[in-house]
């Protein structure tokens, strides 16, 4: 009787927990009717209006009446309302190779803030509707959605409304700001916690069984799983989910996020959870952990036989070119070695480029990113500072022989940022300084014999080597350092620092072992402000203010003189020579090289021509001066939106040498016919880069750049090359109408610009191979449009995911798409006429995929590692050989697997000195020539030699004109497939350089130092040093 009574109790207690829940089934049901009514009754005025509007409507709709898939001339200007991108006018003479805009182009190229906006008919009730089941997310759902549009249905299972965790605007929208320090930002955190997935994906499971079964089975199922234990109450879900009709599966209490090496199938019984996967479960599923995301994937009928995880890639990549240059965090960072070469650092790099034929050297070995670089030419040493990286905790610098590209000896000391480096007149000692503004600065003097001494012992970073002498100068920002070689001697060396609010003074003591402070003097009534360039002429010294002055020390350290140069501030300064005159020039904002003579303005030059506002895509420029170099008549200046640009003064001509991204480069794509890749970040700007001019290794890789109106992150060219679409931040995309010049040079003009009216960014912009469709992703939305009509009409939405929308991939035939999201949900989908449907994702595993994405997939198992979540992994890419897969993460260096890469923990090979970290994308070319990576940390870009590396001039010849033949083929593979083929060449850190090779540098830079240096010139004849 007591068992009776408190099984009743706890009947009664269910039923009253379950009253609230069956209540809003009832409700949701409720609203599931009406909007089925509303849906009636729009088809209904919908076919009114088509009644009445048949040619009308025909017209808008882009087809003339009765002929499917012909476009008739569409006058655009009622879809216009807003200003797009700033692009540039075609030249004369430039040829449009996609749909010519229409008469009325100036205003087609105005927007309208949704995708048919102001218009009337079909397409005007679609957009009614899909902006009414927007507007009310988190307040309406529906079980199942059927959207139409121009007779097309898209049936995207759940809208998953119903869970208020999930939904809920304000916790995604907190979700997002909260991502993980350090993940890349083209991923946004997941909204909700394993709790909370976990507990709305199972009162989702409820709320449809509800609706299938009506309210009175749900109650009673319920009922009996709530008498029952807790693994009997999930059994019975499972069984409502998958049918009875299925072998017997026990379940066990699990974590939704598995440890990395997780993979099982899915007949292993004693381990399945029903917490564990976000997608379905079919038949021979397979059970496998991403980082801390679980999932189920397929593998395909015929998969290759390899079994053991520890064989790595048989393949070399060999840095090749690095087009960018760090202007942003650094400045004095350009020196011009000889006529013919120039050196600068991006990153991690240290490159010497000969400024005429654009072919680069690259110093590799360096561990994180190069604060600062100091020449020395008479014994053509160079000296190079870093950060400190993961291992060593203490910034380090390096010494290298720039003849042979030896790295001598490396030395960590000063106990934060090493901000200057620099030798003396001879060579034989190095100044650094090392602190910040925060603790304290400390300048420290070492005998470069002792350096090197160091390194023949120790090839390792050495610790506890001390200086000859060093001081503490303040709590003070040091921006430059120069050597006084006019007044310093064997005994004394003088030296001139430009700090915030001044300059120092100092003179070092060799015998002594001494250095001496002293204070300059400046006018009662001066305020000094920061100090960014110094120059000597005779015994005057002068030093550039950001306030605009000049300012001219004597040598007893006291202002003699002042001039106003500069309206804004003087960030570069320095003396050239020009006929028989020396003039001090200045460099500021104005866009002007201005040289002065006695105080007085004697010439002026612009720096920005025609052609130089459209390589760097803007009409209006205004660059910041960083650094420079000057020699016979040829000026190079580094900018500090990492541009380098070369002025000839006596011809006037002016190139950009260099112009990578400024700041947080966000995706890169391919062009489908040229060799050219694009490039699209949060500086707003579009760049195109050639890589076959890194075959050709006689011209820029630079095409031009593109001012754009919004933060960009994602892009693509259509198949064919004609459109070229791209996604920005605020959740607004451009398609362009490309002008092509026979790959010289790219224009853009804006075809139509949609506002999804989303507060998310576009994350995915992707072509379909066959060209009618275009797939924006946008949060967990995905909408389709049809690229073949003039108007790129809206087709449907796919939805059904519950979290942000990553990656998205079509296969070869454009019949099937495939997506990714943020909480590891795989989805498939069929793109038939009339209908997208979700698909069973075991029906597409045998599917070849087009430019394959998707990181949460069978073959791409082997590529996570156990420690990353769910924002590290920024993209993988598979070779055109289908041989490699390269993976691009927040966590460091690009890293290259064989593909697929099924196996767990499988061993791999890691692209090491190159990123400092947060790899955002990389790209194999679509003739696997190059490995292109994008750094969003250290916004650089990097171009690694794959196929390329050892192909012959006449080999190089035939492919870059367009025509690789069956012949030229087997050369190639030929030259690619000998591992012996100078294999020291293609590894980092410059590995051919032996021990012994060292020692033999070290040994001639040290009889070199025993040698008088002082009095040691260079022949003006023989300028080209460089070998």
């Excluded at 991502?179 to 997941?190: E, H, M, N, T």
């Excluded at 008498?227 to 109450?233: A, D, L």
């Excluded at 190079?384 to 022989?401: G, R, V």
């Excluded at 004597?554 to 500069?566: L, P, T």
Aim: aromatic content about 8%; some cysteine; glycine content about 6%.
């Amino acid at each position: 009787m007591l068992v009776e009574s408190q099984q009743l109790l706890l009947e009664q207690f269910f039923n009253k927990s379950l009253e609230p829940y069956l209540q809003m089934i009832d409700q949701l049901k409720i609203r599931q009717k009406e909007k089925e009514a509303e849906i009636i009754e729009i088809e209904k005025k919908q076919q009114k209006s088509v009644t009445g509007n048949a040619s009308t409507a025909g017209t808008k709709a882009g087809y003339r009446p009765g002929v499917l898939n012909t476009r008739t001339q569409i006058n655009r200007t009622s879809l216009t309302s807003a200003k797009g991108s700033k692009v540039n006018t075609p030249r004369e003479g430039s040829k449009a190779i996609g749909r010519q805009p229409t008469q009325t182009s100036a205003a087609g190229r105005e927007r309208s803030k949704t995708p048919s906006a102001n218009m009337s008919g079909t397409r005007g009730f679609q957009n009614k509707l899909n902006q009414s089941m927007h507007t009310n997310r988190g307040k309406d759902g529906l079980n199942q959605t059927a959207i139409s549009s121009n007779g097309r249905q898209s049936f995207g299972g759940g809208t998953r409304a119903n869970s208020n965790t999930r939904n809920d605007h304000q916790s995604q929208t907190r979700g997002q700001n909260s991502a993980i320090k350090g993940s890349s930002s083209r991923l946004v955190q997941p909204s909700s916690t394993k709790n909370q997935l976990n507990s709305s994906m199972n009162f989702d499971q409820k709320s449809r069984n509800g609706s299938k079964q009506g309210r009175a089975d749900t109650a009673s199922q319920i009922s009996r799983a709530g008498s029952n234990s807790r693994k009997n109450q999930q059994e019975s879900l499972f069984n409502a989910k998958y049918g009875s009709n299925r072998k017997e599966i026990s379940q066990t209490e699990g974590n939704t996020r598995r440890p990395s090496g997780n993979l099982r199938d899915n007949t292993d019984t004693s381990k399945f959870n029903l917490k564990d996967p976000l997608n379905q479960f079919f038949e021979n599923a397979i059970q496998a952990s991403f980082g801390r995301i679980s999932t189920y994937v397929y593998a395909p009928d015929q998969k290759p036989v390899r079994d053991d995880p520890t064989i790595k890639p048989n393949v070399n990549f060999k840095l090749t070119y690095v087009p960018s240059y760090n202007g942003k965090t650094s400045r004095n960072n350009i020196v011009y070695i000889d006529s013919e070469h120039i050196l600068f650092y991006s990153s991690t790099m240290i490159v010497v480029m000969n400024i005429n034929t654009y072919q680069q050297q690259i110093l590799q070995g360096h561990t994180e990113e190069v604060q600062h670089v100091g020449f020395n030419k008479p014994i053509f040493m160079l000296s190079s500072a870093q950060k400190a990286d993961k291992i060593n905790k203490q910034p380090s610098f390096t010494i290298w022989d720039l003849k042979s590209c030896h790295r001598l000896t490396s030395v960590c000391y000063h106990s934060e940022n090493i901000t200057q480096v620099g030798f003396c007149e001879n060579g034989e000692y190095l100044v650094t300084i090392g602190g910040s503004a925060q603790s304290n600065v400390t300048l420290a003097v070492w005998k470069v014999k002792d350096l090197l001494n160091a390194g023949k012992t120790n090839k390792n970073t050495i610790k506890g080597l001390q200086p000859l002498c060093e001081t503490s100068i303040g709590r003070v920002s040091v921006n430059t350092l120069y050597f006084d070689h006019g007044h310093s001697d064997n005994h004394n060396i003088n030296i001139v620092l430009g700090i915030d609010k001044g300059v120092k003074f100092f003179t070092i003591k060799l015998p002594e072992k001494q250095i001496e402070e002293k204070k300059a003097t400046y006018d009662s009534n001066e305020s000094m402000t920061n100090i960014y360039g110094i120059a000597f002429q005779g015994d005057d010294i002068f030093a550039g203010g950001e306030n605009g002055n000049v300012y001219v020390f004597r040598q007893d350290k006291v202002v003699d003189s002042k001039f106003k140069a500069e309206s804004t501030g003087i960030h570069c300064l320095g003396f050239i020579d020009r006929g028989d005159n020396t003039y001090l020039m200045t460099l500021s904002d104005s866009g002007k090289v201005s040289l002065w003579h006695e105080g007085q303005l004697a010439k002026q030059y612009e720096l920005y021509d025609e052609e130089i506002n459209c390589k760097l895509g803007s009409e209006s420029l205004k660059l910041t001066p960083r650094s420079f170099g000057y020699k016979n008549d040829t000026l190079i200046i580094g900018f500090e939106q990492n541009v380098i640009m070369k002025y000839d003064i006596r011809r006037n001509q002016r190139e950009v040498l260099i112009a990578g991204p400024s700041h947080s480069p966000q995706f890169m794509t391919m062009h489908p016919t040229r060799k050219i890749y694009a490039v699209v970040g949060l500086d707003k700007h579009l760049r195109l880069y050639s890589y076959e001019a890194h075959l050709q290794k006689n011209r820029n890789s630079l095409i031009n750049c593109i001012e754009l109106q919004y933060q960009a992150k994602s892009c693509d060219f259509s198949p064919d090359g004609k459109y070229f679409a791209m996604g920005y931040e605020n959740g607004v995309f451009e398609v362009f109408q490309v002008y092509d010049n026979e790959g010289e040079y790219f224009q853009i003009d804006c075809l139509k610009l949609f506002d999804l009216n989303r507060r998310y960014p576009v994350q995915c912009v992707k072509f379909s191979p066959n060209g009618k469709y275009l797939l924006i992703t946008c949060n967990k939305d995905i909408v389709v449009f049809n690229a073949t009509t003039d108007d790129f009409e809206q087709e449907g939405l796919l939805k059904g995911n519950i979290q942000q929308v990553t990656f998205v991939q079509f296969d070869k035939t454009s019949q099937y798409a495939m997506t990714n999201s943020i909480d590891g949900q795989v989805i498939a989908w069929e793109l038939m006429p009339g209908a997208f449907t979700k698909l069973d994702p075991a029906k597409v595993k045998d599917v070849l995929w087009d430019r394959k994405c998707c990181v949460y997939a069978w073959d791409t198992i082997g590529t996570w590692q156990s420690d990353m979540i769910e924002t590290d992994m920024n993209c993988v890419d598979i070779s055109n050989d289908k041989k490699l897969i390269a993976v691009s993460d927040s966590n460091g260096a690009p890293r290259i697997y064989c593909y697929p890469a099924y196996l767990v923990n499988q061993s791999y090979l890691t692209l090491e000195q190159g990123h400092i970290s947060q790899v955002i994308n990389s790209k194999f070319t679509p003739e696997d020539y190059f490995l292109i990576t994008l750094g969003e940390a250290d916004h650089t870009m990097m171009v690694w030699s794959y196929k390329a590396f050892g192909l012959n001039k006449d080999t190089v010849q035939t492919v870059t004109s367009g025509a690789v033949t069956d012949k030229v083929r087997p050369q190639i593979n030929s030259q690619l497939n000998d591992s012996s083929d100078r294999q020291e060449m293609r590894t980092p850190d410059n590995k051919m350089n032996t021990s012994r090779d060292i020692d033999i540098a070290l040994n001639k830079k040290l009889e070199q130092l025993g040698e008088s240096q002082s009095k040691k010139t260079i022949n003006k004849d023989d300028e080209n040093l460089l070998e």
